[in-house]
């Protein structure tokens, strides 16, 4: 679907800017449901000055002008990696899941964490987002306020649940009602404008200044309430192999960025003439007639913001296991023209719970404000890191040049994390719990990985060495063709040395497969396949994918066994699976990570599943590996 917009452009102007409207900019577009409405508590609730009011715009527009317009739209999407952009592209890019040797160490754990902190964040952005969105009932009807939280967890029950369904044929009235959202905001910016232009003032940084040294104890929690602003700001990188560069800073400069700042004026000009509107700034900007018509598409556009986060934590989800950071998990792909389309159940789950716990825990937006914002924080400041990395190794910016634009960029986003941990005893400790248990999840999925992989290689032969031996010449015979999965690549599969050393079994033709994930997101059809002759009996067949593509072995595997004559349809797969036996006793940290990998082992998706194979067809063959 996503894909077929940019052919659509060719015949309908603006198609793709339309459609990003819907997937990239959700999150940031329903901002200002809540975003001014917490400033102005932050410095007092209704006993806010005039200045106290142009202050926070003026935070709120150079927030958005620096944060997401020069440091987003300007720089960080020119960071792709073959047109993908977001945190795990930039780690691959550096190639830094590879090795982790000194200073790439460090730059590595920052990518983990920011991942971690983007995939929390996908339990806290519905919760906010439609909390905020159903509380306009408050302000329509006070009498319904005891609703707010029961439609809020339908609502979001109803997210989730239509999540396996797909959203390939719902996504395309995305833009269209996104494009009222932003129209909406617009008009009703104007609409309050007009009321007191004086507002405009906001534009002014000094205006911001001043409200910071006004209130210095408050300064952290003030910059922190203002940050809500550009919480979404992060969604314009992860989502760039949606649209491109330039379709998504054309939709944020000419709709996107306009319609944001109009409204968070309007609302300002609101609260100059009526302190009262600080209960609720964005209901009370609309006149009575359009409370209603508002609310619904309040809540239509947080629905397809929660609907783009969700989507974007199945994107980053899969990234992580194809890099060996999470354990593999059943994906889905709901769509036959888009890979980037895909639904990951068990994850799903655990969002839907999450995120309701969320809400009937803090029951109003404001009490959740205190926990929302911290995880975007950490990981603009870890995108950060990781791309003055990569100007400095692949753009050829002068030294002085890049140091400069780092402490610029720096400054801002420290600035941003630093005043969103003032949130922490209010709720902040939530989203580090939910990215600390992520990255405990990464660390020993990974380094258990490299134990097994260790245990194998101490256990088998070099596959070369295997093939040569003479010794199995009285071996039984088997007629079938067996392929073997290997993960160790150029050693002997586990499995077909215990078949040989146990079972004294060789096979008429023996394929050994090994799938590599590339560091970029897809691989070229006449790239994906590598085959290598060893002998008569042996065949060594290396499989690629890219870390975004769909990986069926089969579909792949069968056109290059058929052009050396072997028929794919006969053959047998046999593939390994360990039986993880994690130390006795837990003295060292080491053999917390060893449990926690037995743990994910015995739950993870098997090989048969995740790779596609055909049931009837493949032999499992367990066999114990102690850590």
């Known amino acids: ?68 317009t020069v440091k987003y739209v300007m720089l960080v999407l020119r960071a792709d990696n073959d047109g993908e952009g977001g945190i795990l592209a930039l780690v691959t890019l550096l190639d830094l899941h590879r090795s982790a040797i000194g200073l790439r160490w460090y730059l590595l754990a920052a990518g983990l964490l920011g991942a971690a902190m983007l995939i929390g964040d996908g339990v806290l952005t519905p919760a906010i987002s439609v909390l905020s969105a159903i509380e306009g009932l408050q302000v329509i009807e006070p009498e319904l306020e005891h609703w707010v939280v029961a439609l809020t967890v339908l609502v979001l029950a109803a997210v989730f649940l239509s999540q396996r369904l797909g959203t390939e044929r ?9 494009l009222a959202w932003f129209g909406s905001l617009a008009a009703l910016g104007i609409h309050g404008i007009a009321q007191a232009p004086q507002v405009l003032a906001g534009l002014d940084p000094r205006h911001g200044i001043v409200l910071m040294l006004d209130h210095p104890g408050l300064a952290g929690v003030i910059l922190g309430a203002c940050f809500l602003a550009i919480t979404g700001g992060e969604a314009l990188y992860a989502d760039l192999g949606h649209f491109g560069r330039k379709v998504i800073a054309r939709a944020w400069l000419a709709i996107a960025m306009p319609a944001l700042l109009l409204n968070y004026y309007g609302q300002g000009a609101i609260l100059l003439v009526d302190p009262n ?26 629905v397809i913001a929660s609907q783009a986060i969700i989507t974007g934590v199945f994107s980053l989800a899969k990234q992580a296991i194809e890099l060996g950071y999470l354990p593999p998990m059943r994906i889905r792909y709901t769509s036959e023209h888009n890979e980037q389309h895909i639904y990951v159940g068990r994850l799903n789950w655990l969002l839907m719970i999450a995120c309701i716990a969320v809400v009937l825990g803090f029951e109003a937006s404001e009490k959740l404000a205190s926990a929302y914002g911290i995880a975007v924080a950490f990981a603009m400041v870890t995108t950060t890191i990781l791309f003055i990395a990569q100007v400095h190794r692949a753009w050829n910016w002068p030294a002085p040049a890049v140091w400069a634009m780092a402490v610029a960029m720096l400054a801002v986003d420290l600035s941003f994390a630093a005043a969103n941990m003032t949130k922490i005893h209010d709720g902040g400790w939530l989203p580090l719990s939910i990215a600390a248990l992520i990255i405990l999840v990464m660390v020993s999925w990974r380094r258990g990985l490299e134990g097994v992989v260790a245990q194998q290689v101490r256990f088998t032969e070099p596959l070369d060495g295997f093939v040569s031996r003479k010794d199995r010449s009285g071996d039984v015979e088997s007629p079938r063709t067996a392929i073997f999965l290997s993960r160790a690549g150029a050693m002997t599969p586990v499995a077909l040395s215990r078949l040989s050393e146990l079972l004294k079994i060789r096979f008429d033709k023996s394929v050994i497969v090994s799938v590599w994930i590339a ?10 396949v590598k085959v290598t002759t060893m002998d008569a009996s042996f065949v060594r067949v290396d499989l690629r994918f890219g870390y975004m593509q769909q990986i069926d072995v089969p579909s792949v595997l069968g056109p290059a066994l058929s052009a050396r004559g072997i028929d794919p349809e006969a053959a047998v797969y046999v593939i390994g699976h360990e039986r993880i036996i994690p130390p006795d006793e837990v003295t060292r940290p080491k053999d917390v990570l060893a449990h926690a990998f037995a743990f994910l082992a015995r739950n993870a998706e098997r090989s048969v599943d995740r790779f596609g194979l055909p049931r009837a067809r493949t032999v499992e063959i367990g066999y114990p590996v102690k850590l």
């Open 170 to 178: 719902i996504a395309s009235f995305f833009g269209p009602i996104m």
């Open 277 to 302: 509107a600080a209960r609720n700034p964005f209901y009370d900007l609309s006149p009575d007639w359009f409370d209603v018509p508002l609310l619904f598409l309040a809540t239509a556009a947080t």
């Open 519 to 528: 560091s970029r997101p897809r691989v070229s059809v006449e790239d994906r």
């Open 1 to 68: 679907m996503l894909a077929s917009l940019r052919d659509r452009t060719r015949v309908v102007p603006f198609a793709a800017e339309i459609g990003a409207l819907g997937v990239v900019f959700g999150d940031i577009g329903t901002s200002p449901l809540y975003a001014l409405k917490q400033g102005v508590l932050a410095v007092g609730g209704t006993n806010f000055l005039a200045t106290d009011v142009l202050g926070l715009l003026s935070l709120i527009t150079w927030s958005i002008i620096l944060s997401v």
